[in-house]
């Protein structure tokens, strides 16, 4: 018999688990209600919703995607979703950048097809903004994009792919990047990679700095002559240290961790500025896990799948569900035959997770879940609990479905 010493540790380590819930798109059995249309509906059920009260303002925060990349989540979860919502009584509107808003169309998303308004983030010119304070990398200040800020509800509705700077973008970079108008995101979000000093100009003769540009077989390396200002561009930078070699006997140049993750802390930090805006019973996280590009949706181009589809995950959680999303994709591992081909120096090896294997071991997937988790913006501990699994449904009876021999409307 157990002690209760030990009954209640098991208590509590079962207390600092989160729930995610999970369904894959695999099914046992060739009918609707084994696939992962009723399994989504079934996770819309379990996630939750009588938080949600009457007429509050409901922001479902997508990455709606650019020019031709079509390979954003479905309308068809996106409907389902916000007829969810309805039922509850709350106002449902999906919200992303002004860009994509306004193109969104171009990739199906319409109020008509969402079953609800698009409004841009930030404002029609990306200038609704409330500026929050903050202190990261000689970072003074962000500004949180206005229109979520204002929402009662967030509903955190995220697109599961690869990503060249963090590895991965999920929830945490759905809002992290997404919450926050373009000058926020592009030029203090991204650029905190150029804080922590990696190239030394005094060393560095304007000839050795060609050099160096020259020895870059990504053409990450950018040297301003005029200004004798160097640049490495983290995002291409797949760590194969050509570079290195080529300043040896100088050593004005360190390609370093540090710099990689800093931007990894930074999206933690802006994550959790955007959650606390928000009641915590008031916050819901979904990663689709369809359609795993390598690059991030804003390329704005259809893209092989690099990892095969898995499902859909929910939680009230943030670390957790990013946590098991990326815990999936290395489980499934790479599709190699899928690498693109202009990907050099990708390293498949075990202890890699699929993302760090494309981009670089310095690009660790996992380091924004820890510093999310430092944060206190949720655990990685989790319990997966899969809805309407393959092996379940293998054994059920389906239910008599009736199909379309002739035209009607059932
Ligand atoms: S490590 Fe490789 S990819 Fe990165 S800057 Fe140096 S040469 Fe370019």
Redesign the pocket.
């Known amino acids: 018999m157990l002690k209760k010493e030990n009954i209640d540790l098991i208590l509590s380590v079962k207390k600092m688990t989160s729930k995610v819930y999970f369904g894959s798109l695999q099914h046992g059995k060739p009918n609707r209600f084994a696939s992962l249309g009723a399994k989504y509906e079934k996770i819309l059920e379990l996630i939750d919703f009588s938080t949600i009260e009457k007429k509050d303002k409901v922001a479902i925060k997508m990455h709606l995607g650019f020019n031709d990349g079509y390979q954003t989540v479905p309308v068809f979860f996106v409907r389902k979703l916000v007829q969810a919502i309805k039922k509850t009584g709350g106002v449902p509107f999906v919200t992303d950048n002004p860009t994509a808003v306004y193109n969104a169309v171009n990739r199906g998303y319409t109020e008509e097809t969402c079953g609800c308004p698009i409004i841009p983030v930030a404002g029609i010119k990306d200038g609704y903004t409330y500026t929050k304070k903050v202190d990261f990398k000689g970072v003074k200040s962000v500004d949180l994009a206005g229109v979520l800020h204002d929402a009662d509800v967030l509903i955190n509705f995220a697109h599961a792919k690869g990503h060249g700077l963090p590895g991965f973008g999920g929830v945490i970079k759905n809002i992290a990047l997404g919450g926050f108008a373009a000058k926020t995101r592009w030029n203090k979000i991204h650029g905190v990679v150029h804080y922590d000093k990696y190239w030394d100009a005094d060393k560095c003769t304007p000839e050795h700095a060609k050099k160096l540009v020259e020895?870059?077989?990504?053409k990450?390396?950018n040297y301003k002559e005029d200004k004798h200002e160097l640049k490495?561009g983290f995002y291409?930078?797949?760590?194969?240290?050509?570079?290195?070699e080529a300043d040896e006997g100088v050593g004005s140049l360190e390609?370093k961790q540090e710099n990689c993750d800093a931007f990894q802390e930074f999206q933690a930090i802006a994550a959790k500025l955007v959650l606390d805006t928000f009641d915590k019973k008031k916050i819901f996280n979904f990663n689709v896990a369809l359609q795993i590009t390598a690059f991030c949706d804003c390329m704005g181009m259809p893209q092989p799948i690099v990892v095969n589809e898995i499902g859909i995950l929910a939680s009230k959680d943030t670390v957790a569900i990013e946590q098991a999303t990326l815990d999936l994709i290395k489980k499934e591992g790479l599709l190699e035959s899928s690498i693109p081909p202009f990907l050099n120096n990708v390293q498949i090896k075990p202890e890699l997770h699929p993302f760090q294997q494309l981009f670089g071991h310095f690009k660790d997937p996992y380091k924004t879940v820890q510093y999310a988790e430092k944060l206190g913006m949720g655990t990685s501990k989790y319990e997966l609990v899969e809805v309407l699994s393959p092996e379940e449904t293998a054994k059920m009876e389906p239910p008599k479905e009736r199909y379309e021999s002739e035209p009607t409307f059932f």
């Open positions: 020895s870059c077989p990504e990450c390396i490495v291409n930078c797949n760590q194969c240290m050509k570079c290195i390609i």
